[in-house]
Structures are given as C-alpha cells and as structure tokens.
C-alpha cells in the first residue's frame, strides 16, 4: 500500500533523470539539437523531486498517520517547527532532502557548465540517480495497514532541539553542492578539459566547506548544550564521517585555488575531487548501514538498503579509479623550475598531504569494526587513538598556515621571512607568556598555543594588509587561518585546562567544586512548557551568586530519563553542570523484595513461592469504605519440597495512611519472615519483601539515603574561542566564496560571449579552455 | 616542485605509518566471555544484565553486576562510577576495560535501551570519571 502520488514523483524523477543522462550522452556525441530536449529532461526530473519533497512535508502537517514515515517520526502535539524538522529524522526523508537539494543545485550547474554542459550534467545527474533508486525501493510513502492510527510515535526528544532542526538540512547542501566538483573532474577527464572547470567548480567546494563545517559546529554545540557529554566532540562515527569529507573539502579548496593561480598541480585536484565525495557516500554507508550498530552511541537500523550503498559506493570509487587511470597519462604535467622549500607552491602541496593524511587516518579509525571484521575479531579503537593522531597534523597545519601569507609562490629566502615575521613572533611569544601566567606549563600545550597565537596574528596582518589595499574581499584565505588559529588555541586551553569534579550533592549542603560552591535545593516540577529541573545556588569564588537549572526529566511518552547540562558562559569560562543522578532519598531497608503474579511460581534460594488469589473485602470498597483488607494467598516450597498455604493480611487505607502489613514468618526457613509490600489487583501481582532468606544477610542490607543530586561540574576556560574562531573561519570562508562566485560567472559570461563570436558553436573540445582574465594575479 | 612532492609523500607516509601504530595500540577487540576472561589489555564484551545480581553502593560509587551471554557464559562487571539511568532496563549492556581474576573492571558502560524511536539513540556511554572529551 502507498500513498500514490508521491510514489509516482519518485518514479517520475528516476525515470527523467535517466533519459536525461540518456539525452544527454547524446548531445555529447553531436546530436546538439536534442540539447533543448535533455534539459527539460533535467527540469522534470528536479520538478518530481521537488513535488515528491513537498508531498512528504505536507503529509507531515496534515499528521496524516497512515503513512508509515510521518507515523515513525511524528506526533500531532509536536510544535511546527519539530514537525519540519521530522522530514529529516528519518533515512528516506533524509534522503529525499540530499536530492532536493541536488535538484535545485542542478539549476545553477547546467547554466554554469556551458560547453561542458553535456559531460558534467551526465555526471551530476548519475551521482543522485542510485539515491532515488534507495527512495524507490524504501518508499517513504509507503502506507500502514487501515485502521490509521491516531497519533504518531513522535520524534526523538534527544533531537527536539532547534539545532538539530537546522543542522541536517545545512549539512546536506554541502552533501549535494560536493556533487559538483565531482562532476566536473569526470566531465574533465572525460573532455580532457585540464583547466576549464576549476574556476567554475571551486564556489561550489566552497560552499560544501562553509555548510558542512557549520553543520558539524552545530552538532557539536547541540552535543554541548544538550547531552551533557562535557565536550563538542566524542568522536563518534556520525561525527568522524561529516568531518572526513570536511576535511577532503578542505584539501580540494587548496589545490583548486593552487591550480588557478599556478596552472598546474592537475592531478592533485581531479583526485581530491573525487576522494572527497567518495568519502561522502563511505559514510553515508557507514552511517546507513548498520555495520557499525555495535559500535557507536548512535544507533544505526538496517532498512536493507546496504546492499544498494555499496553498489553506489563501489560504482563511484570504480569509476573515479577507471576514468583517472584511462586518462592518467594524457593529463598535461608542466615541467617547472625546481621551487624553494619555502615557497607557497611547497607550502599548499605540504599543507594538502596533510589534509588528505588527517582525513585518511579519522577514516581509518572509524572504519576499524569494519577492517577488524575481516580479520575475524571485530574491535573498535579508544577515542585516544583520535587524540593522539590529529594532534600532530593539526600542529602541522597551523603552522604552515602561519608561513603562507608572507611567502611568496616562488620562494623567498628565510632571512627575509623571519624579517617580515619578526612582528608576529613577538606578539605569539607575548601571549604565549601570558598562558604561562595563568598557569600553562605543560611544554607541548605551549609549543600548540605558540603555533596557534602565531599563525592567527600572520594571518590577521595579511587581512589588514588586504584591506589596507582596498581588497577585502581576497583575504578570505587569511581570515580563515585567522579563524583556524584562535580556534586552536580554543581547543587546546579550554580541553587541556578543563578542570572536571563529580560530586554528589545532598540537599541543602554546600559543596566545593569547579572553583564554586554549589547548593542542592530542591527538583522544580516541569509544566507544559517547561521541563523538570533541579535548583543549584552556586557561589563563585568571587562571591556572586546564581542559580543554576540543569534538567532532569523523566520523557513522558518513553519513561527515558533525559538530563540536559546547565552552562553559565562568559567569555573567560564556562562553568557547565551536568547531572548525572537524583536519588529521592530512602530510609534504611532490611530484606528483599520480589514481585509475583497470579498462578506463578518464583524460586528464591530454593524457596518456592506461588501466589494463587487476592482474597479482597470488595463489599468495603463499594461501600466506599476508608480501609480494605486484602487477604494474599501463598504456596509456599521451602527445600523440603513440602507444599505449605500461607495467608498474609494487608489492610490498605485509602486516605493516605501507610498501609499496615503484617509480617509472617515462611515456613521450613528459619528466621525467615514475608510481608505484602503492595498489591496491584489490576496486574494481578503482589510485591513481597522477604527477610533472611538470602544466606548473605548484606544483600538484604540497604543503608539509608538522604535526597541528593550527583553531578559533573566541569570548568571549561576560553572555550569561547572555538566558536568564536569557528565564525572567524567561515567568515573568510564566505568573503572566498562571494569571490570565487563572481569569478565564476564573468567566466562563464566570457565563454558565452566567445560562443557567440563564433556564430553560436561552443569553443572547441581541446585547447586552452581559461579565459585571459581568470589568470589570478600575483599580490 | 618535486621536492615538495617528494616532502608531501614522505610526510603523508609517515603521519599514517604512526597512525596504524596507534591504531593497533588502542584497538580494543570485542571478545566472547571466555575469550576476554584469557585476554591481556583493554577488551569489550556484550551481554544482557543479570537483574538479581547488580548490587550498587551509592557512597562509594561502585556498581558490579553479571554480564550473561546468549550461550549461558557469565562475567562479572565491576565499575566505579555512579550507577547509570535506566540501568535495569537495559537489553544489553557493552562493558569496555581490563579483565582481572575473572572479573572484568570496566572503564566504560554502554547500555543500551528499548527505545520505540525509530534511528533514536537509545545507547548512552558512561564513562567510569567524569567524561574527559576535548
């Protein structure tokens, strides 16, 4: 059963898209008048996306709940935007949003591409198409058998969180825009173009590095803010397989702006572009598949689609590895005079072996179930082996980024670098001193924040200098290794200096921790609105005082309990709360209490315990009476194997009053005595607590508790520099990409305009395919 | 240039030659009872929560309880650390430390709940201190 229309959207776009590819091919091979013909092909396709999009959101809204998705994910008292957000709670719908973004992206690639319109539609079209076949297969319009039911299961609280309602559609337009310097590197192997679609792919990388990065900030603030984990980044398979392609992104945007200027440098970028969105769909069947479902906190359900990721996976990384190999010795390699170690030109080559290195070892890391699973024990490496690896790489590429802005592409001598870097170096000595005053001491804690300190002012004089020349908006590069620095230093001081203390709070006792003194005072009971949270007065140390509201909540549709962390930021510190437990307090407890239900037997250290009836005064209860007595009936089997019927009297007060139990004692075991605990007649069960019956007395012992509150109390020094240098770094990143666009389409209006100087005939298949203009000067 | 290259290629060679090193020091193997009660280092093993047998001392925040596997096999778990939410209703519980005499020191607890939502985490990870994540 499916809801009809929708499906006919996701077949629609499957069939346009390859007669699309199909028309397309085509035109290629000279047939120029089915040109018109293939981009309506594409325009269907992207309509039936689109239209399949909308079908699915407005199922959502209308709580139509015998479809099968929008019952999984969705409930009719969620808030609007939790019910956009549910579209992409799901595989099929997440999906179905990678290709709507795919679709409209399509738009601007078709128009962009020009004479390459032919290879790189065919291209960009076949990387979504394996995609739609998924939406096919796992249809998310598919309907639950009549009756429908009347409400949703509802979404996942862990992701009612307005973070989590941004983050995946940010993270896939950077998914569907790496799609695009794939393309292009195919269609350039293809056409032999070496050159042409650099300056035409690069906003396009760009873009994937501005969304991805942000939607991998926004995780890791949501894992901040709402998990309690204490930190942005467990490292944790989801989190590893959004930063890879990320961090290969960031190696293309290198060595496509490394191509531009210089020329050369070809097979770098036609590999990395397809590493990078090879390493998208890795993940992806990482993530989707359920390999690693034993291995993450994240859990990952088989909806039998992991054959098809890895025909796609495979499809693609085999023929990136066919069409370089065909192709490998044809691609035109400039001979060159050997350049300094210190130039620019070494310096991008070094910084992008770096990125590919990081990358690869994350990956390797990640994949370790996988790779250990073929050797026959599978294992998982401890987060440490993260900690360990991307220290070194990251110390690596801080520092060549603090050499690049006053080193020129051909080489400079070192004397005049430490000239021009004199300024920097004191100022990161300076600041570094300061650390030390505040209590770094740990030598390789230092070398990082000098490496970050110096790197960040470099980069910054860079920027200035730009500005100085009216030329803001090249010093994108800059201002992102401006970013990069001060993150860095975020990274290291507030991870290193992080102080973190578990205490248990009984109420209305004061206890040092974190450098304040905090007080239990009470639970506040949540309302609609808002959730149950615990009351901390902290004192500081410089005696203000505040109160904290760390949430602890049992989810009233699961019984899952749920704790979010309290953070009180400044930009010094963050003190940040994380509760762990809240025990109620009990009085001490001698004896052990079972549960049994009607006609049952239950063995306890040999002792048999049957409970036959309730043997309740029901007239009582009708007559409205304030105390019923309920007589329980037992068999009970001690050792001997002799049965032996015992009743036991509960009278139970309806005002309120503790229920009088009367105690008996169990017959063949000495010393051992039962009572009613409680009785629940509507489940037909009984609660007995028995004493001495378990030959170690301590496992009856319970000691008393006083009501308390156990948490983490963790302070986080300058932790507001990582996202106070993240938003450096995609700040440069939007002022390169508002660049690298405009460049792109005076490019593409240049190649418009030789098209028709030549009466309409696209510029030919081989040649010198860049523009004059795009030759990027040197500063 | 092809100094550069040369540089590159060696820096990237290394940089993952140290990275397999690493990779196989903190690889922690998930292992059957029997295997991890004959292993060295840090291993993890599976099972489902033996309900008679945790016992927990909230003063000093120790918790141990039996792990039993689908074949019957039982471990013994002993982990400092406060008692995790909803730890009796786990379906499987993943214990990750050393084994000693038998009975393996976890470092780390995953437990795993029912949870109705689809694609929902319904693991949570419970370190033995205070979670030291950068």
Known sequence: MYFWPGVAAIWGALLAGLAGVAVYVRVDRGRKDLLPLARTLYAAYATCVVAASAMLMTLLLQHRFDVSYVNSYSSAELPLHFLISTFWAGQEGSFLLWCFWGSLIGLFVWRSAKEQEAPVMVAYLATFLGL?????????????????????????????????????????IGFASLSVPFSFAIAALWKKRWDGWIVRALPWALLTFLTLGTAI????????????WGGYWGWDPVENTSLVPWLFTAALVHGMFLQRVRKRHRKINLILACTAYAAILYGTFLTRSGVLADFSVHSFIDLGITGWLVAILGTFIGLSIVMLAWRWRSIPVVEEEESPLLSR?????????????????????????????????????????YAKTTTPAGFLLVFLASLVPFVSWKGDRFNEFLKS???????????????????ARKPGTLVLLFTAFFAADMNLRAVLRKTKNA?????????????????????????????SQRVTLPVNVPKKAGGATLTFLRVVPGTAERKQAMEIKVDTARGKSFYAYPKMYENSRTGQLMANPSIASSPITDLYIAPQQYDPGQPETVGRDVRLTKGTTTNIE?????????????????????????????????????????????????????????????PGVPRAKARVLAVSPNDGAVVLRLRGVSKDPGMEYQAATVESLSVDVTRKPLISLVWGGFYVMMAGGILAFVKRSKEARKAVLDIAKEESARGGAPVPATGPALPAHTRSRLE | MKKGYWIAAALTLAFVGFGLTAFQKTLTPYLSFDEAKKARGVVQVMGALDKQSDRYDATREELSFDLIDDKGGRMPVAYKGIKPANFKDAISIVAIGRVHEGRIEAEKLLVKCPSKYQGAEVEKAYASQPASKS
């Open chain 1, 471 to 499: 030329k803001l908006g090249g010093a994108g590069g800059y201002l992102a290794h401006v970013g990069v620095g001060i993150m860095l230093a975020g990274v290291v001081i507030s991870g290193a200096y992080a102080k």
């Open chain 1, 606 to 666: 040999g002792v048999g315990f049957t409970f036959r009836d309730f043997n309740a005064d029901r007239s009582a209860m009708m007559r409205g009476e304030k105390t019923v007595l309920v007589l329980t009936d037992l068999t009970i089997t001690p050792a001997d194997g002799v049965n032996r019927d015992v009743t036991i009297k509960y009278v139970f007060h309806m005002d309120g009053r503790e229920a009088e139990a009367e105690e008996v004692d169990i």
């Open chain 1, 132 to 172: 739609i076949a998924i939406l096919c297969r796992q249809s998310p319009f598919k309907l639950l058998p009549p009756p429908a039911p009347a409400d949703g299961v509802g979404l996942n609280p862990l992701l009612q969180d307005p973070w989590m309602v941004i983050h995946p559609p940010v993270m896939f």
């Open chain 1, 421 to 439: 870097a004199r300024r920097s170096l004191i100022v990161a000595a300076i600041l570094t001193l300061v650390a030390v005053g505040f209590g």
């Open chain 1, 217 to 228: 900030l926004m995780g890791g603030y949501w894992a901040y803010k709402t998990l309690g």
């Open chain 1, 345 to 385: 030109s070494v310096l991008f080559i070094l910084g992008i072996a770096v990125f590919c290195a990081l990358a690869t070892v994350i990956l390797l890391g990640t994949s370790a179930p996988i790779l250990t699973r073929l050797s026959g024990t599978p294992s998982q490496v401890q987060t440490s082996f």
